[in-house]
């Protein structure tokens, strides 16, 4: 009788095992708002505490050549969600307050409907950012299908609502006096895990940290400005990000405030990962890590990189980029092939053990054999961006670029320059090379001129005016 009953135990083990590799794993993507490529510990930073993200890399992957769709935010959310060059849509800057411009729900298939067509239950938690008619919304998260919606912005959030009563997150209106966006955030996703844990289920958690205006807690703000004070000497944090800095921005790598912002999302990760081994299904979810694009220039941390937020160089586009998956993805790997904002839409499609519609046209492809330890059964195609500014009208950095191989090439329109870089033996593109290389630079700018073409590309207008949308 006895080994009879460890027979059965046996078998049923095994029959969870199976049935636990066959289930379509859960898919948690948490994306930062204006992260720097430097922030992170496992990305080198020294001042900044992360010890929950840096966990994240060491028990999974990290990548060292990952990259956003667009320079700003709703471009590269709206490649992110649809799988495409944001030059095809029509969405290449950030949409202002009542902007005409949005995200049809008639025109693209998001990632979350074509993963609820596989069975997923989909949720949002935060910043959205690809509609911003709030008063008579066209394009918002519920009309592009997501079953729960927490969160979102209700009013345009630029300037950051960070502490409770919100006044621009009005699915928010219940709350303690003081809380924290980004705690309260945390504290929804694991709840929506939770509540959710049985089926499988998608979760795009989109942070408001780290956008300026920066804003955190004051304790922890202060832990900072002492570790500031430590390093560079004392009274430096207050002169710098005392009261008279509102907006607690300066010319400075290691910013008290940026850094206790990054701690809270860091903190939230920890609880999305406990709640995760808590309910028992760590090792069926796949969890991603992500920053829409680089840090502001002079402002968030970018390492080596050029320039930032706003600019096509490599600090406005190259993000950090890490997944955990236990079993499937070994710890410490790291991944230096190139990978786009693109790829996440066909990436989750292969997961959910599903594929695309065939009406649906998608500019990336899924990098789940990277995951795995294998290589792309092919090379990596050239990458694209097109920055026209059309509402920041930042004219000197109105730009496309495209990247083939180890070679990087930028057009600015302005001033009608091409640069090209060699990012393999100069990654902070210091070196113009387009003289010293004239065939590699027509060659590359055909396929820019080529791909433009393509997909239609909203040519911008360097006079400075505001265009007529």
């Known amino acids: 009788m006895k080994k009879a009953k460890w027979f059965v135990l046996i078998l049923a083990g095994l029959w969870a095992t199976i049935t636990e590799a066959q289930r379509q794993p859960n898919i948690i993507f948490i994306l930062a708002d204006d992260l720097g490529s430097s922030e992170l510990g496992s990305y080198g930073n020294t001042f900044n505490e992360t010890p929950n993200l840096d966990k994240l890399a060491g028990e999974g992957a990290k990548f060292t050549q990952a990259y956003s769709a667009a320079p700003i935010c709703s471009p590269s959310r709206a490649a992110i969600m649809t799988g495409q060059y944001p030059a095809r849509i029509r969405i290449t800057d950030f949409l202002d307050d009542n902007a005409p411009r949005y995200l049809d729900p008639s025109k693209y298939f998001t990632i979350n409907r074509a993963l609820t067509a596989a069975g997923y239950h989909t949720g949002i938690i935060g910043k959205w950012h690809l509609d911003t008619r709030f008063k008579d ?10 079953d729960e919606v927490i969160g979102s912005e209700t009013k345009y959030i630029a300037d950051g609502d960070y502490f409770y009563p919100y006044d621009k ?11 924290y966006l980004t705690d309260r955030q945390s504290s929804e996703a694991a709840s929506f895990i939770q509540r959710n844990k049985k089926a499988p289920f998608f979760l795009y958690l989109t942070f408001y940290s780290v956008h300026t205006r920066l804003d955190a807690p004051g304790a922890l703000v202060n832990k900072y400005k002492a570790k500031f004070d430590k390093k560079y000497g004392a009274g430096k944090a207050e ?10 921005e300066a010319n400075h ?8 912002m ?7 990760v920890g609880l999305i990962m406990e709640t995760l081994k808590k309910e028992g299904i760590d090792k069926n979810t796949i969890v991603f890590f992500f920053s829409d694009n680089g840090g502001v220039w002079k402002l968030g941390n970018n390492g080596i990189l050029r320039a930032g937020k706003s600019w096509l160089y490599e600090g406005g586009v190259r993000e950090n980029l890490l997944a955990r998956w236990p079993g499937v993805i070994r710890p410490n790997t790291v991944v230096n092939t190139r990978v786009m904002a693109t790829d996440f839409y066909p990436t989750f499609l292969e997961l ?8 649906i046209l998608l500019d990336g492809k899924s990098i789940l054999p990277l995951l795995k330890g294998k290589s792309l059964q092919e090379p990596r195609e050239p990458f694209y961006w097109h920055y026209p ?3 920041g009208r930042w004219v000197p950095r109105m730009c496309s670029a495209v990247r083939d191989g180890d070679y990087k090439l930028l057009y600015f329109y302005k001033a009608n320059r091409t640069e090209l870089y060699n990012l393999k033996d100069d990654p902070s593109e210091q070196k113009d090379i387009a003289k010293e290389n004239p065939e590699k630079t027509t060659a590359l700018k055909r396929k820019l001129d080529q791909w433009l073409k393509d997909v239609n590309a909203e040519m911008p207008d360097v006079s400075g005016a505001k265009p007529q949308l």
């Open 137 to 146: 919304p066209i394009g918002n998260p519920k009309q592009h299908g997501f």
């Open 169 to 179: 997150i009005s699915t928010f209106d219940t709350g303690a006096e003081g809380e």
């Open 239 to 248: 002169a710098l990000y005392g009261p008279q800095n509102k907006r607690h």
């Open 253 to 260: 790598l290691d910013n008290p405030y940026l850094a206790a």
């Open 262 to 268: 990054i701690e809270r999302i860091d903190n939230g």
């Open 352 to 359: 959910a053990k599903t594929k695309k519609k065939k009406d």
């Open 389 to 391: 500014s059309e509402t």
